[in-house]
């Protein structure tokens, strides 16, 4: 280890003088206000106690062949971490306390060696999570967090490569600390039973992905996570406005949310209809337009099935537990409930797509369908409303307008009145 330690002086040393000054400047100035203010450009949101106890992760770098790695992290503040391995893919996970991850230059902790994907952000408002995909098994060969002066801290993970029987034994050592499943304790609020108010219908908007889960990336840097929140946002206050709807978002931060907690948080609510709101990316560029997508055992084309599969992994991208979704949604739809609510999600679905009509730009055959891990509710008619695509310009412009967000968010709740119309009175 004399070359690690020599490279890793070399890399305190050297690589990070400017990082450290953000660092001091961050420390140093932290009770004044133009501390609290660069505190407030670092964290975005949150109160000032929230922000002050929150640790900035400003630089990283990842090391290593397909033999060794060594991840390297410099923070503001002393930060808590839990690593731990998963399998079913291969991954080794960090949990941490709340930290911002605002790496100076994120090109050098891209993946190598043994790391094909590297992935970073919130798990909930309290915890924050890399994820990194391996190509082998690993083992932790060393890990320490040191400080190295005031306001700079080094955590140092060094992985080296196993074979599948220790990897798995490691697996089961470590189940009576940190389980099998990854999963991060929920807060409170996020799982409060609402009580039904006369005369009143409940919907659930869902704004895909979130935290360390950012979704579709745009050609022009626009992330998935931060649309489809926004959107929602403004489909609330159309909604609220439109009749007698109780709005509820799974989630309005910017954190993570597992499909089981959006499903949870739906059947406590009591909802009358989710709405599960994203987009996407595709190779053809050329491919635009909103769709509407709603729950089957069978995926009614290969865009919907490949669709279905990576929401479907959203959960193994933030690190925890996979579920086979095909033969839940089997199981599910063999109910006679299911099947009925099925109907009503098929005749909202056919609702949105009557009223986008040619003012809301339409994907060729707009309603599709295939075992959607979110739809999966047997008594709450459900859809997944694909807004757009990413990797088209024209989408991505019109999915970053106020223009076209509140007029899609006018049609859509038209939609929805349609959809209850022998319910409201």
Same mark, same amino acid.
């Given at each position: 280890?004399?070359?690690?330690?020599?490279?890793?002086?070399?890399?305190?040393?050297?690589?990070? *003088?400017?990082?450290?000054?953000?660092?001091?400047?961050?420390?140093?100035?932290?009770?004044?206000?133009?501390?609290?203010?660069?505190?407030?450009?670092?964290?975005?949101?949150?109160?000032?106690?929230?922000?002050?106890?929150?640790?900035?992760?400003?630089?990283?770098?990842?090391?290593?062949?397909?033999?060794?790695?060594?991840?390297?992290?410099?923070?503001?503040?002393?930060?808590?971490?839990?690593?731990?391995?998963?399998?079913?893919?291969?991954?080794?996970?960090?949990?941490?306390?709340?930290?911002?991850?605002?790496?100076?230059?994120?090109?050098?902790?891209?993946?190598?060696?043994?790391?094909?994907?590297?992935?970073?952000?919130?798990?909930?408002?309290?915890?924050?999570?890399?994820?990194?995909?391996?190509?082998?098994?690993?083992?932790?060969?060393?890990?320490?967090?040191?400080?190295?002066?005031?306001?700079?801290?080094?955590?140092?993970?060094?992985?080296?490569?196993?074979?599948?029987?220790?990897?798995?034994?490691?697996?089961?050592?470590?189940?009576?600390?940190?389980?099998?499943?990854?999963?991060?304790?929920?807060?409170?609020?996020?799982?409060?039973?609402?009580?039904?108010?006369?005369?009143?219908?409940?919907?659930?908007?869902?704004?895909?992905?979130?935290?360390?889960?950012?979704?579709?990336?745009?050609?022009?840097?626009?992330?998935?996570?931060?649309?489809?929140?926004?959107?929602?946002?403004?489909?609330?206050?159309?909604?609220?406005?439109?009749?007698?709807?109780?709005?509820?978002?799974?989630?309005?931060?910017?954190? *993570?949310?597992?499909?089981?907690?959006?499903?949870?948080?739906?059947?406590?609510?009591?909802?009358?209809?989710?709405?599960?709101?994203?987009?996407?990316?595709?190779?053809?560029?050329?491919?635009?337009?909103?769709?509407?997508?709603?729950?089957?055992?069978?995926?009614?084309?290969?865009?919907?099935?490949?669709?279905?599969?990576?929401?479907?992994?959203?959960?193994?991208?933030?690190?925890?537990?996979?579920?086979?979704?095909?033969?839940?949604?089997?199981?599910?739809?063999?109910?006679?409930?299911?099947?009925?609510?099925?109907?009503?999600?098929?005749?909202?679905?056919?609702?949105?797509?009557?009223?986008?009509?040619?003012?809301?730009?339409?994907?060729?055959?707009?309603?599709? *369908?295939?075992?959607?891990?979110?739809?999966?509710?047997?008594?709450?008619?459900?859809?997944?409303?694909?807004?757009?695509?990413?990797?088209?310009?024209?989408?991505?412009?019109?999915?970053?307008?106020?223009?076209?967000?509140?007029?899609?968010?006018?049609?859509?709740?038209?939609?929805?009145?349609?959809?209850?119309?022998?319910?409201?009175?």
């Amino acid at each position: 280890m004399k070359f690690g330690r020599l490279l890793l002086a070399l890399f305190i040393g050297f690589l990070h *003088f400017p990082y450290a000054a953000l660092a001091q400047q961050v420390e140093s100035g932290a009770n004044s206000a133009a501390g609290r203010q660069l505190r407030d450009n670092i964290i975005s949101g949150g109160d000032e106690k929230a922000a002050m106890q929150t640790a900035i992760a400003y630089s990283g770098r990842l090391l290593g062949d397909g033999e060794s790695v060594r991840l390297l992290i410099e923070l503001d503040s002393k930060a808590d971490f839990q690593p731990f391995y998963m399998n079913n893919p291969l991954r080794l996970v960090i949990d941490m306390s709340k930290t911002a991850f605002r790496f100076q230059e994120p090109e050098l902790i891209e993946p190598r060696g043994l790391v094909e994907e590297l992935r970073y952000g919130t798990m909930a408002r309290e915890r924050s999570r890399i994820v990194m995909s391996l190509s082998d098994p690993v083992k932790i060969s060393a890990e320490q967090l040191q400080q190295i002066q005031q306001g700079r801290y080094l955590y140092t993970l060094d992985l080296e490569k196993i074979n599948m029987a220790d990897f798995e034994r490691q697996i089961e050592n470590q189940r009576d600390t940190v389980g099998k499943s990854g999963n991060v304790a929920s807060k409170g609020d996020r799982l409060s039973t609402s009580s039904k108010r006369p005369g009143r219908l409940t919907i659930v908007l869902d704004p895909g992905h979130g935290g360390i889960d950012g979704g579709a990336n745009g050609e022009n840097n626009t992330v998935e996570k931060d649309l489809t929140l926004e959107i929602a946002r403004i489909l609330s206050k159309a909604l609220k406005a439109a009749g007698p709807f109780d709005v509820f978002l799974t989630r309005e931060e910017d954190f *993570f949310m597992s499909l089981k907690e959006r499903l949870e948080f739906t059947r406590r609510k009591r909802a009358d209809l989710f709405i599960s709101i994203h987009t996407d990316t595709l190779e053809q560029k050329d491919v635009r337009g909103a769709a509407v997508y709603t729950l089957s055992r069978e995926a009614s084309d290969e865009l919907a099935k490949k669709l279905a599969e990576t929401k479907n992994l959203s959960d193994v991208t933030a690190g925890l537990a996979g579920e086979e979704a095909q033969g839940v949604v089997a199981d599910i739809l063999d109910d006679l409930a299911a099947r009925e609510t099925k109907k009503f999600s098929i005749r909202f679905a056919r609702q949105i797509i009557n009223v986008f009509g040619s003012e809301i730009k339409l994907l060729k055959n707009p309603h599709r *369908f295939a075992a959607f891990g979110v739809l999966k509710d047997p008594n709450v008619p459900s859809v997944l409303l694909e807004l757009g695509y990413l990797s088209n310009i024209e989408d991505e412009k019109l999915l970053q307008s106020d223009k076209w967000r509140n007029k899609m968010a006018q049609h859509l709740a038209q939609a929805v009145g349609h959809f209850f119309a022998n319910r409201v009175r």
